[in-house]
């Protein structure tokens, strides 16, 4: 072959192959470029709705929006409904024999906080707890949600009867409220067994 025509054949080859290198990458810097688009537009979505929405929680009966955020603990203090509320209240009250269920406790003057004592009921044995974990709203409704607690099967607990209870009070009464665990098992209202023969409330509680 004419050795002009070879050197013309071998530029348009290189021409060619360097072509093909340049696309290529062309390709696949575009590909990678949309492909972190796509996983920024991801993380944006998550991050929105993550801060400027409140979460919604489902449950076996319904939903509700929860005031806090997932991943943290529920405030000692706070607003739920247009209500304040403040956990672990410094009374120790008196729930021997009750069932489980709540009961409410509120002051003689008008306006008075509102206290509502959530009791898991009587257990054989130690280990059981209960707390307030997450407070939410159902539309005017306040969801007040608990968690209970059960120690393992081969836990070590102590013999004798409990009563595990938790409290959180409200600064007034909430316009409509359901107290549930964190299963969506509602909690119903059970009648106060420890007042005195007058109705004295203040038996119901030991002062700490």
Do not use: W
């Not at 949309?34 to 319904?62: C, F, H, M, R």
């Not at 959530?118 to 949600?145: A, E, F, Q």
Request: glycine content about 10%.
């Amino acid at each position: 072959m004419n050795s002009g025509i070879k050197a013309t054949l071998c530029t348009m080859m290189a021409a060619s192959v360097m072509f093909g290198v340049v696309t290529g990458c062309s390709k696949a810097s575009t590909a990678s470029t949309t492909a972190a688009d796509k996983a920024a537009e991801i993380t944006t979505v998550e991050t929105t709705s993550g801060t400027d929405q409140l979460p919604v929680v489902q449950y076996p009966n319904g939903s509700y929006i929860s005031i806090k955020d997932p991943d943290s603990k529920l405030p000692e203090t706070g607003t739920v409904g247009g209500c304040g509320y403040t956990l672990n209240v410094d009374k120790a009250y008196n729930v021997t024999g009750l069932d489980r269920g709540y009961m409410l406790f509120m002051g003689i003057e008008l306006d008075s906080p509102m206290t509502f004592v959530i009791c898991s009921g009587t257990k054989n044995t130690g280990g059981h707890d209960i707390k307030v974990v997450d407070l939410g709203m159902d539309g005017n409704k306040v969801v007040i949600v608990v968690e209970e607690t059960s120690p393992a099967p081969d836990e070590m607990v102590t013999e004798g009867f409990e009563y595990p209870y938790c409290a959180i009070q409200f600064d007034k009464m909430p316009e409509s409220f359901e107290i549930i665990n964190t299963a969506g098992v509602s909690f119903t209202y059970v009648v106060d067994l420890h007042l005195d023969p007058d109705g004295d409330p203040d038996t119901c509680f030991i002062d700490t």
